[in-house]
Nanobody, 126 residues
Framework: QVQLVESGGGLVQVGGSLRLACAASIRTFTDYNMGWFRQAPGKEREFVAAISRLGTSTRTTDSIKGRFALSRDYSNTVYLELNSLKPEDTAVYYC????????????????????WGQGTQVTVSS
């Protein structure tokens, strides 16, 4: 069973930064493509970013381009660095994983992912 545990969320002022981490209990981490989604209060969960098994391909949503950075390492962790944070970035951020083959146009679909973490809260105060 795959378990994903997010960490790194918190309260930050506008323009600040946070680094979210998702630790995966996966036997072979490089078998999985990883994604990040977020859900703001009263809104549906939305796609943020995804990274392929070996980190060679990524996809990010337009609203975070140039502000968020995505990476993964070989200690079974994927990172989402949040910079220049805005109040509209306030949300619960979720990590996800899929063993499906990388498909750029599927990365924003929640159903493509097999496993989800419990989320970590990011609050940006103005």
């Amino acid at each position: 069973q795959v378990q994903l545990v997010e960490s790194g969320g918190g309260l930050v002022q506008v323009g600040g930064s946070l680094r979210l981490a998702c630790a995966a209990s996966i036997r072979t981490f490089t078998d999985y493509n990883m994604g990040w989604f977020r859900q703001a209060p009263g809104k549906e969960r939305e796609f943020v970013a995804a990274i392929s098994r070996l980190g060679t391909s990524t996809r990010t949503t337009d609203s975070i381009k140039g502000r968020f950075a995505l990476s993964r390492d070989y200690s079974n962790t994927v990172y989402l660095e949040l910079n220049s944070l805005k109040p509209e970035d306030t949300a619960v951020y979720y990590c996800s994983a899929t063993s499906a083959d990388w498909s750029y146009y599927k990365t924003d679909q929640q159903g493509w992912y097999d496993f989800w973490g419990q989320g970590t809260q990011v609050t940006v105060s103005s």
